[in-house]
C-alpha cells in the first residue's frame, strides 16, 4: 500500500468526480526525478470527460487542495500531472514505518490463505540435476515469500519414486549387485546398473519380461522387491538430502510419486463416469482436441498401470482434500508444458471445485547451461550438483583469501557466498529463459551477483561496528535526508513490501532479486558520494539510521531467496 499515492488519488477526485481506487491504479512513479516522486497520466480520462489530457492535466493543477497534505509540489507536463512529495516528511515516514515493523515488509496479506509448493521433486536412483537445483531454489524462494507474507504455505517434494523402471533396477540388482558399492556412490552407481540392465533387456526379451514381472511384485507388496525398493529410495534421498543441507532447503511433505501411487485407481473411475475415457488399443486415454490440446492425455497403460499424469491428477485431487489449496505451484521446467496443460485441463473432469481447478499454476523455468570440461563426469553431460555447490564454495574461498587474508570464520564465509552466488544466479534472470551458468560472473564481488549484495551489506555493517551506538528513530532529523541519493534509497526502502507482493503475483523471483540490486546499487552510490561517519551529528545520525535500514532490507530480502549473509567477507 503506498499512503502517498491514495493521499494523491484522494485529491484529484476532490477535482474531477471519478472513483479513487481507479485513480489511483494510473498513477505512475517517473524513472527520472525531475518529473516529480508521482505522475498522473491524463491520457486515460480523456475520453471519458472528452478533453484534450493537456486541458484534463491543467484543470487538475489549478483546482487541486494540496495545502497541509505531504504533496509540495504539482507541475503539468503535456498530459501529465507530475507530484512533488515532501522530502523530509517522505524521510520521516518511511523510515517510522520500517522502524515500527518488527520484521519488515512482513505482512498477514495471505491469512487463512492455504499455499501448496510443489518443487526440487528429483527422481530417486537418477542423479539430482541441474534443472532440479534451479526448481529447487526458486521453489525455495516462492515458499518463504509466501510465509512472509501470511499464507499458510506447504512445500512439497513430490519425489520420482515410482514407476516401471524400479523393476528394472531391482532386476539389475538382484543380478550384479554385488559388483557395485552403492554405499558410496549410490546415484552413480544405481545408475550404471540401470544401464546395464536397460541394455540386457533389448537384447533379451525374456529379462525384460522379468523385469515387468519385478514392477508387479512390487505394486503388490512383494517383500523382496519392496525391501530393495526402498533401500534405493533411502540411499537416494540421503544424497539428496546433502545437497538440501548445502542450500538450506526444507519440505513440509514428501509424499511423492509412490504415495500417491495408492490413490490413483479412482482417477480412471472417475473419468469413465464422467464419459470422458476412450479407448486406444488397449490404453486408456482422454481426448483434448476440443480443448485445443492436440495430444491426447494418457490415463492407464494396456496393461493397467497408471502413468505420471494419472499420478499427477490423483495428487490434485489429495491435495484439494488434504491441503484445501487457494493455489497449488508447480514449479517445474518448461519441457513439461504440454503434460501440465494436459492435466490441468483434465483435472476439470474430476469433479473438483472450480476454485482448486484455477488454483493450479504451472510456474515455469528454462534450462541452464553448465560450463562443459572441468565440471561433466565421463559419462556425459552428468553434473553432481553437490560437486558444482562445493566448488562454488571452494572458489569463493579463494577469492576471500586473496582480498582479506585475515578474515575470521573463512570456511563459514566462504559456504555463504558460494552457495549464495549460485543461488542469486538461479534467481536472477526471468524463471522463463535459458541461463548459462558462468563461475565468474556468478562469483563476481561486483557484478549483478549474490556476492556483490553480500558485499553491500557488509559495508552497511562495518559502518555500524564503527559506532558505539545506533541512533534511534526519534533522534532523527529528517531534513538532513532530502538529497538525491538519499531520496533513492528511501523510495526503494518504501516499496519494498509492494515487491513481495509482486512477486507472488507473477511467481517470480527475479522481481526480488531485481529490487536487491537496485537497492545495493543506491547504497553503493550514496556510500561512495557521502560521508557517513564524522559528519555533523545531526547528519551523521540520519545517514547511519539510513545505513543501518539499508543493511536490514538486504538481509531480510537475500535470507528470502534462501541467501545467508556473512557479516564480514
Ligand atoms: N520428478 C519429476 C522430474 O524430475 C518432476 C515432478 C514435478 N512435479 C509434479 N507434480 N509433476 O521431472
Known amino acids: 500500500m503506498d499512503k502517498f499515492k ?49 486541458m484534463i492535466a491543467k484543470d487538475i493543477s489549478e483546482n487541486i487542495q494540496i495545502e497541509g497534505t505531504d504533496i509540495k509540489k504539482v507541475e503539468v507536463v503535456g498530459g501529465y500531472l507530475n507530484f512533488f512529495i515532501d522530502k523530509g516528511e517522505f524521510a520521516k515516514q518511511v523510515l517510522a514505518n520500517f522502524s515500527n515493523q518488527g520484521e ?21 536412483a537418477k542423479p539430482f540435476h541441474i534443472g532440479h537445483l534451479r526448481t529447487t531454489v526458486i521453489g525455495g524462494a516462492l515458499y518463504n515469500i509466501y510465509k512472509y507474507l501470511g499464507y499458510n504455505t506447504i512445500g512439497i517434494n513430490y519425489l520420482g519414486d515410482y514407476g516401471t523402471q524400479f523393476g528394472k533396477l531391482i ?53 523382496y522387491c519392496v525391501d530393495l525398493w526402498e533401500k534405493f529410495r533411502e540411499l537416494s534421498i540421503k544424497e539428496f538430502k546433502k545437497i538440501y543441507d548445502l542450500l538450506g532447503s526444507k519440505f513440509d511433505s514428501w509424499d511423492g510419486e509412490s504415495f500417491i501411487a495408492t490413490k490413483a485407481d479412482e482417477i480412471p ?26 495430444t491426447p492425455c494418457m490415463i492407464q497403460k494396456s496393461n493397467g498401470s497408471t502413468i505420471y499424469a494419472t499420478r499427477d491428477l490423483a495428487a490434485i485431487l489429495y491435495r ?11 514449479v517445474v521446467a518448461y519441457e513439461q508444458n504440454l503434460h501440465f496443460k494436459q492435466i490441468f485441463t483434465v483435472a476439470k473432469y474430476l469433479g473438483l471445485d472450480e476454485k482448486y481447478v484455477k488454483g493450479l499454476e504451472h510456474v515455469a523455468f528454462g534450462m541452464v547451461s553448465l560450463p562443459t570440461g572441468k565440471m561433466s563426469t565421463r559419462s556425459g553431460n552428468i553434473v553432481k550438483i553437490e560437486d558444482l555447490l562445493n566448488e562454488a564454495i571452494q572458489r569463493a574461498g579463494e577469492t576471500i583469501n586473496k582480498k582479506n587474508p585475515n578474515l575470521e570464520n573463512k570456511e563459514e564465509i566462504a559456504k555463504k557466498v558460494g552457495i549464495g552466488a549460485v543461488i542469486f544466479n538461479n534467481l536472477s534472470s526471468s524463471r522463463v529463459k535459458d541461463i548459462i551458468f ?113 543493511g536490514e532490507v538486504l538481509k531480510i530480502g537475500a535470507k528470502l531467496l534462501g541467501i545467508e549473509m556473512p557479516e564480514k567477507m
Open 438 to 550: 558462468d563461475w565468474d560472473t556468478a562469483l563476481n564481488f561486483q557484478g549483478e551477483t549474490g556476492p556483490y549484495i553480500q558485499y553491500t551489506y557488509v559495508r552497511t555493517q562495518s559502518v555500524m561496528n564503527k559506532l558505539d551506538t545506533i541512533p534511534e528513530i526519534a533522534e532523527i532529523n529528517f531534513e538532513k535526508l532530502e538529497d538525491d541519493y538519499s531520496q533513492e534509497i528511501l523510495k526503494l526502502i518504501y516499496r519494498f513490501d509492494e515487491t513481495l507482493e509482486q512477486v507472488t503475483q507473477k511467481e517470480e523471483p527475479a522481481i526480488l532479486t531485481r529490487y536487491l540490486l537496485d537497492l545495493a546499487k543506491a547504497f553503493s552510490s550514496f556510500y561512495n558520494e557521502n560521508k557517513i561517519i564524522g559528519e555533523e551529528e545531526e547528519t551523521q545520525n540520519a545517514r547511519v539510521y539510513l545505513t543501518r535500514a539499508v
Open 6 to 54: 491514495e493521499e494523491i488519488a484522494k485529491k484529484i477526485v476532490q477535482v474531477i468526480e471519478l472513483d479513487e481506487k481507479e485513480i489511483e491504479s494510473y498513477i505512475e512513479r517517473p524513472k527520472e526525478s525531475s518529473n516529480g516522486d508521482y505522475a498522473f497520466p491524463c491520457f486515460r480520462l480523456a475520453k471519458e470527460l472528452k478533453k484534450a489530457p493537456p
Open 104 to 124: 519488515y515488509g512482513s505482512s498477514q496479506k495471505g491469512k487463512g490463505k492455504n499455499v501448496v509448493i510443489d518443487y526440487s521433486a528429483p527422481n530417486i
Open 320 to 330: 484439494a482434500r488434504t491441503y484445501d489449496f487457494d493455489k497449488c505451484l508447480y
Open 171 to 223: 532386476e539389475g540388482y538382484k543380478l550384479w549387485g554385488e559388483e557395485y558399492n552403492l554405499d558410496e556412490n549410490p546415484i552413480s552407481e544405481l545408475m550404471k546398473i540401470y544401464i546395464r540392465i536397460n541394455n540386457l533387456c533389448k537384447e533379451d526379451e525374456q529379462v525384460l519380461e522379468r523385469c515387468r514381472e519385478n514392477f508387479k511384485k512390487l505394486e503388490q507388496g512383494d517383500k
Open 269 to 294: 473411475k472417475i473419468l469413465e463416469k464422467a464419459g470422458k475415457l476412450q479407448d486406444s488399443n488397449g490404453a486408456k486415454i482422454v481426448d483434448l482436441e476440443d480443448e485445443g490440446i492436440d
